[in-house]
T-cell receptor, first 114, second 111 residues
């Protein structure tokens, strides 16, 4: 079965550079969530989209932005990268946002800022 | 405020021993609770949802609203159960369906 696809798997950037992470949800899933997991940390919710509109916002820095496109894939844009942005970035998708709709997580993009 | 607490950062048991990973939550409404497992920094995989009351890989969890707990249990641990386990709470209502995770418990099952 198709899963949530994230690209790239690994990314190395220098400080102050920009990065774009992509997430392709499971077909017919209309909701995308982004999470950041620092080394040895629990996943922290960044932002979510439902039907191409931002549905909720968590601890996403102002340097980051995201959007969901007409084909429901989502991109997380990160600018002025800092060493502390090094983390595993997960995307999850679901069909709807209400109770009973399960999440499926992607394998994540490991971002290293040097 | 919504919060998930996993009091144990590390739990080490021998193969065949019973396991209980604790999870307590605070939530003002009716919560939806999950357990996720993460092997060696791989993707988060759903292990259990309280609303489905199922048993996956021998694990069970019961939501105790009186104690606001959702402890994960397995009667006989296996070495392949070694992983990070995250308890998560979902707040829903309107368009907010994101998960709030606990800090995680690392389970180490020794031979």
């Amino acid at each position: 079965a198709a899963g949530v696809i994230q690209s790239p798997r690994h990314l190395i950037k220098e400080k102050r550079e920009t990065a774009t992470l992509k997430c392709y949800p499971i077909p017919r899933h209309d909701t995308v969530y982004w999470y950041q997991q620092g080394p040895g940390q629990d996943p922290q919710f960044l932002i979510s989209f439902y039907e191409k509109m931002q549905s909720d916002k968590g601890s996403i820095p102002d340097r980051f932005s995201a959007q969901q496109f007409s084909d429901y894939h989502s991109e997380l844009n990160m600018s002025s990268l800092e060493l502390g942005d090094s983390a595993l970035y997960f995307c999850a998708s679901s069909q709807g946002t209400g109770s009973g709709y399960g999440y499926t997580f992607g394998s994540g993009t490991r971002l290293t800022v040097v | 405020a919504q919060r998930v607490t996993q009091p144990e950062k590390l739990l080490s048991v021998f193969k065949g021993a019973p396991v209980e990973l604790k999870c307590n939550y605070s939530y003002s409404g009716s919560p939806e609770l999950f357990w996720y497992v993460q092997y060696s920094r791989q993707r988060l995989q759903l292990l259990l949802r309280h609303i489905s009351r199922e048993s996956i890989k021998g694990f069970t969890a019961d939501l105790n609203k009186g104690e606001t707990s959702f402890h994960l249990k397995k009667p006989f641990a296996q070495e392949e159960d070694s992983a990070m386990y995250y308890c998560a709470l979902r707040r829903y209502g309107g368009s907010q369906g994101n998960l709030i995770f606990g800090k995680g418990t690392k389970l180490s099952v020794k031979p």
